[in-house]
């Protein structure tokens, strides 16, 4: 996730959803996103390689984005790279305004010309409608983890945390990602890590690739020298990224924990307990959360969500940068955070 220096844009959310959902727009919506010719079964144009499986469907949050901006270019490249790799069938689910709209249908078509995806349907929501709905469970979080006029200071930006009591009950995963990402292999196999979530974990989530809560964290680490709290992978509490995030659905509703951050004041207290004050959004909950509730947490490994940002390099922490931000192994997904360029080569 870019970080608080960066203003003047917005943040788009790219959400996957593995079981089918039929009713959040008109056939009329519908009909204005998809001109790719089906088959009878609803699902791949004659001549695509769609293997017949379930569904991925994706949602997308793009707004205030111009034609040729560097968000619009952005989301293009990040939806780009989806098709090129997948063979899955897959459905878009765009949460957008009226200005915007326009360009992200003109992406969506260039990358279906670009590559033989499986597009069934797209949907579309006006993120004022989405935020109506999930305003007065995440208003709370704005004052602790946000700061005025900063990017991050917009309830859309505490979505995730919502997306259980926003979503219907069909909805039972969900995978939501930053616009400014590449993938370099099919997005099916990130669905896949769901498997890999013991009883109690709820959300999958990588680890921040800098010493951002090293430096958060500072009055605490300073009050506690032998705490974990901000230290670098593997053993440290390092803090987390939400470019990529795997969330259970099923279990966020069931988890009496869970419930406890939206409905009761386990956040206000764990905030006061570790003089957290944040501006990163949904990312500083989840870390917060993470010091005392390790097992609510799938961590990703950090190929699937390779960070490329490098600001706290030079800002403070170059001594042990490089123990945040080496990642080693086949990067999955890479993350371009703070308008950082990302490869041309995969790998």
């Not at 727009?25 to 089906?38: C, Y």
């Not at 144009?45 to 949050?61: D, R, S, T």
């Not at 509490?237 to 995030?245: A, E, I, K, P, Q």
């Amino acid at each position: 996730m870019n970080h608080i220096f960066i203003t003047q844009s917005w943040r788009l959310l790219i959400v996957l959803f593995l079981f089918t959902f039929n009713g959040i727009a008109s056939d009329d919506e519908r009909r204005n996103l998809v001109s790719k010719p089906t088959t009878n079964n609803g699902y791949c144009a004659e001549g695509n390689n769609c293997k017949q499986e379930e569904e991925l469907h994706i949602v997308m949050i793009l707004t205030r984005a111009t034609p040729g901006s560097r968000l619009a270019v952005r989301f293009e490249e990040t939806i780009n790279s989806v098709f090129k790799h997948t063979t899955s069938r897959l459905h878009f689910l765009f949460v957008t305004d009226k200005d915007t709209r326009s360009v992200l249908h003109q992406a969506v078509n260039n990358a279906k010309k670009n590559w033989p995806s499986c597009v069934v349907k797209s949907t579309t929501h006006f993120v004022e409608d989405v935020l109506k709905k999930i305003y007065s469970y995440v208003e709370k979080f704005q004052p602790m983890f946000s700061s005025k006029g900063s990017y991050y200071n917009d309830a859309i930006f505490f979505l995730s945390v919502a997306m259980h009591k926003f979503l219907p009950a069909q909805f039972k995963r969900v995978v939501m990602m930053d616009s400014d990402l590449k993938f370099t292999t099919d997005i099916r196999n990130l669905f896949n890590l769901f498997h890999e979530f013991q009883p109690n974990n709820i959300i999958g989530i990588g680890r921040e690739s800098q010493p951002v809560y090293r430096h958060v964290f500072w009055q605490y680490r300073h009050e506690n020298p032998k705490t974990r709290v901000g230290d670098p992978p593997p053993h440290g509490l390092t803090g987390f990224n939400s470019g990529v995030l795997l969330l259970d659905l099923e279990r966020m509703r069931k988890s009496k924990l869970f419930g406890q951050v939206l409905d009761e004041n386990l956040p206000e207290n764990l905030a006061k307990k570790y003089h957290f004050r944040g501006h990163l959004g949904d990312q500083d909950l989840y870390t917060l959360l993470h010091m005392e509730y390790n097992d609510m947490f799938y961590v990703l490994p950090c190929t699937w969500n390779r960070q490329l940002c490098t600001y706290w390099r030079d800002h403070g922490y170059k001594d042990v940068f490089d123990l945040y931000f080496k990642c080693d192994g086949k990067i999955n997904v890479y993350h371009g955070n703070c308008n950082t360029p990302i490869p041309d080569n995969e790998g």
